[in-house]
């Protein structure tokens, strides 16, 4: 019988490596043999000699079976029925879970503002979506979380909804109830899946938002990588105990989004970043916690600046916040997120994960959260406001509320795979849109592929250029065209 503190996976890519063996299999450079001198600099020859193909007897072929062995750990720890890792990120999460809800009926009930990996994965699996917007806090121009009561009028216009989607916690670090949103869907006899990228290590802490699971989640997508530490694109999903979702579907769904070569490197982090989770997450979170609440006290005193906290509780849809997600309110300073966030890199080389208008959001990982590395990020802020003082105040753009979204015309992968016109942007209004584009703030789409693109919308996602805002989502990424569906197909 495993424990937690056993990593079975990395224990068996370590053995195989340490026997010596004679490489006659992919990958070429066959540990590191073959391998550039770039390549050793950057990977270094342990990372060589431990990338390790699929299909070896005794690591995950055969029994016992390693590979399993650490995935079965891996669903212990989160207490899910069942885990997968993933290879591809939590996007990979995000388009295999489509496709499992498209093998239920193709109707699915989805928060507006979900990640675009959700959006290809409809596109992929042909889903015929309903939209839930979630609450926007016009202050900040931030989009938060889905109300019960939203999530139930999306519901009851979509009576044969196979699934409902829900974003928690947000980039911000709000987190939605996520306990009652799951009554909702079940009352409806639908299964609740929840986007939980940015929170897989809720789990692992008392004092963090009650994790998506252990609220009743059916499937839990999750980005390990974020903030618990795997290395960059591995991820996990997970199955709930009496999910409504079957092992066997999600299983097949997983294999087809992703690569027959998993990498051994990503799928032994997750083992090994489960392992320190399970063992140390609640002491390593509690050391973080409490370091970042002393860092957002020395912030507050910095002229201008303000930091998110459990004042987010005021917006209706947020019914908990994440603290390991410092979000740095700018507003006070005259200035942007953006522009702050462009200065801390160049004045202290200190990076930050995101930056709007408003705010600009630091990132700690379950086991940084030091004091020496406040420290750096306080100092790095610091020199960046004192630049700031040097540059003549800019002008605060304005934030408008977005329109609603235009009508649907078809479904998001009829849209894309129909023939398409490049149109230029101001002749676009009444076309059905091939792309999607979301405006930041606050960062809803505000049109998918299959709908129509109105004259509302248009001029807002406009208005928002010549405020200082940006769009995603465009494949001309300067906006003087747009792909829409085909008048002559
Ligand atoms: C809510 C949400 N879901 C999914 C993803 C995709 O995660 P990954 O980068 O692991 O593919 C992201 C990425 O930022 C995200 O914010």
């Known amino acids: 019988m495993l424990n937690q503190d056993q990593t079975p996976y990395v224990d068996a890519l370590l053995e195989f490596a340490q026997s010596d063996p004679g490489r006659f299999n992919v990958p070429g450079h066959q540990g590191g043999i073959g391998a550039d001198e770039a390549l050793h600099l950057l990977v270094g020859q342990t990372g060589l000699t431990n990338d390790i193909p699929a299909l070896i007897e005794g690591i995950d ?33 995000n388009q295999a879970m489509c496709l499992a809800v498209a093998h239920r009926g193709p109707e699915i009930v989805i928060q507006r503002n979900v990640h675009s990996s959700v959006v290809d994965g409809m596109i992929m699996a042909g889903l015929k979506p309903t939209f839930a917007a979630p609450e926007v806090d016009p202050d900040l121009g931030v989009a938060h979380c889905l109300t019960p009561d939203v999530l139930a009028e999306a519901l009851d216009r979509c009576p044969n909804a196979s699934a409902a989607v829900i974003v928690s916690p947000t980039y911000f670090g709000a987190a939605a109830d996520v306990a009652s949103l ?93 392992r320190q989770a399970a063992i140390h997450g609640e002491q390593m979170l509690g050391e973080t916690i409490e370091v ?12 201008g600046i303000d930091v998110l906290d459990h004042s987010l509780l005021e917006n209706e849809s947020v019914a908990d916040w994440d603290p390991l997600r410092l979000t740095i309110d700018v507003r006070g300073t005259g200035s942007t997120g953006y522009r702050i966030a462009h200065l801390a890199r160049e004045m202290a080389n200190v990076n930050l994960e995101l930056a709007s208008d408003t705010v600009a959001v630091a990132v700690f990982g379950m086991s940084t959260g030091t004091a020496a590395r406040a420290r750096r990020l306080v100092d790095g802020l610091l020199a960046a406001l004192a630049r700031l003082e040097a540059t003549p105040p800019e002008s605060k753009p304005e934030f408008a509320l977005p329109p609603p979204w235009g009508p649907t015309e078809m479904t998001p992968r009829d849209a894309f795979l129909a023939s398409h016109d490049v149109v230029a942007f101001r002749d676009a209004e009444g076309r059905i849109s091939a792309e999607p584009l979301a405006t930041y703030p606050p960062g809803i789409p505000n049109v998918l592929p299959g709908e129509i693109l109105t004259r509302e919308t248009l001029d807002f996602i406009t208005d928002s250029i010549d405020h200082g805002g940006y769009v995603r989502g465009a494949a001309d990424r300067e906006l003087t065209t747009l792909r829409v569906v085909s008048s002559n197909p």
């Open 61 to 93: 072929v055969g029994r016992p079976n390693p590979f399993q062995e650490a995935q079965q750990l891996a669903a212990d720890a989160w207490g899910a029925e069942r885990t997968w890792f993933l290879i591809n990120g939590a996007s990979q999460g």
């Open 182 to 274: 799951a009554r909702v869907a079940h009352s409806r006899g639908v299964p609740l899946v929840v986007d939980e990228a940015w929170g897989a290590h809720l789990h692992f802490h008392p004092g963090l938002p009650r994790d998506a699971l252990d609220s009743g989640a059916d499937l839990v997508i999750s980005s390990t990588h974020k903030i618990v530490g795997s290395l960059t694109q591995s991820a996990m999903l997970h199955l709930g105990r009496n999910s409504r979702f079957e092992a066997e579907i999600i299983d097949r769904c997983i294999s087809m989004t992703e690569s027959t070569s998993p990498n051994s490197l990503l799928c032994g982090s997750l083992d090994a970043a489960r």
């Open 292 to 303: 970042l609440s002393e860092t957002r006290d020395e912030l507050r005193r910095i002229d």
